[in-house]
């Protein structure tokens, strides 16, 4: 009789799991069927906005040191549409930043205003056919790196403009990227930046690509771009921007590359630590890697 009712009672609890166990997995899969779900129709629009600084003082201090004191202010804004199995990406960034060093004058460290637009039809799974627009240039006087005493760019010059059909990749909105192997470029600049006395000053031939006598050079290639972000832990997030540009009609295995990583470790709804890190290959510019790179604390607000 024990022996039935042990049976008994052994059979029911392996049931009761069995049951217990289908449930949770249904919840699981219901779990994760609602996270694969796509967004809703409409406009997604984020925002953020930051004022980064970092300040470095010395006084009487034997093992050497520059009194400083930098700010950076970034703008970076998303405005996403999507509607059935159309989607359209905008981003904006405008960022500008200053430094002062003791007994120096004040250098720019960033200046940029940026337009990235791309829309999308879905094509298959995560694919879909594309077509992108860039737009790049930035908003204040340059000078010559090396000796800061004339001037080599200003407010829309140069200016870079990007056009062209593809195929995009997107699994979310913080996860794609886009082939377009049929890209037009065109880039302009003042044309006072190209007269003869302008270019022998700088000693280049071009302005930023561009011929003596001319203000604007027509490119016609092939851009990859792709953005990912991701967070490593709860209040680190890094987003990655990268894009290249290899242009058929001049050298084309000179392949342009802008790559920038933003690391964003947030203390509390306004303030966080932020670090930037930006490269840029553009032999026509540069014939070298441009770099740049900027850590401070930053005052956000979100919009």
Do not use: C
């Amino acid at each position: 009789m024990k022996k039935i009712l042990f049976s008994l009672l052994f059979v029911s609890a392996l049931s009761v799991a069995q049951v217990n166990e289908k449930e949770n997995l249904k919840k699981t899969e219901a779990a994760a069927s609602k996270l694969g779900e796509e967004k809703p129709d409409g406009w997604a629009k984020v925002g953020t906005f930051s004022l980064i600084g970092n300040q470095s003082t010395f006084n009487n201090w034997l093992a050497g040191g520059q009194s400083n004191i930098a700010a950076n202010l970034l703008v970076n804004y998303d405005f996403n549409y999507k509607k059935g199995t159309i989607n359209w990406d905008n981003k904006v960034i405008v960022g500008y930043g200053l430094a002062k060093n003791k007994n120096a004058d004040t250098q720019k460290t960033d200046d940029r205003l940026l337009y990235n637009s791309l829309l999308g039809k879905k094509a298959s799974g995560y694919w879909y056919y594309s077509a992108f627009f860039n737009f790049n240039t930035q908003m204040d006087t340059g000078l010559d790196p090396t000796t800061q005493t004339y001037k080599i760019s200003h407010f829309f010059s140069p200016a870079y403009f990007q056009l062209g059909p593809g195929m995009m990749w997107k699994k979310r909105d913080t996860f794609k990227f886009n082939i377009a192997p049929a890209t037009s470029r065109l880039i302009v600049v003042h044309s006072h930046f190209t007269t003869a006395a302008a270019l022998a000053l700088s000693g280049n031939t071009t302005s930023f690509g561009v011929e003596q006598g001319e203000n604007s050079r027509y490119e016609f290639g092939a851009a990859l771009s792709g953005y990912y972000k991701f967070n490593v832990m709860k209040n680190v997030s890094v987003e990655n921007i990268a894009n290249l540009y290899s242009n058929y009609l001049d050298t084309p295995k000179n392949v342009d590359i802008d790559y920038q990583v933003n690391v964003v470790m947030t203390i509390n709804k306004y303030l966080s630590t932020n670090f930037t890190f930006q490269t840029i290959y553009d032999d026509n510019a540069f014939q070298g890697f441009q770099t740049r790179q900027n850590i401070g604390l930053g005052v956000n607000y979100g919009f």
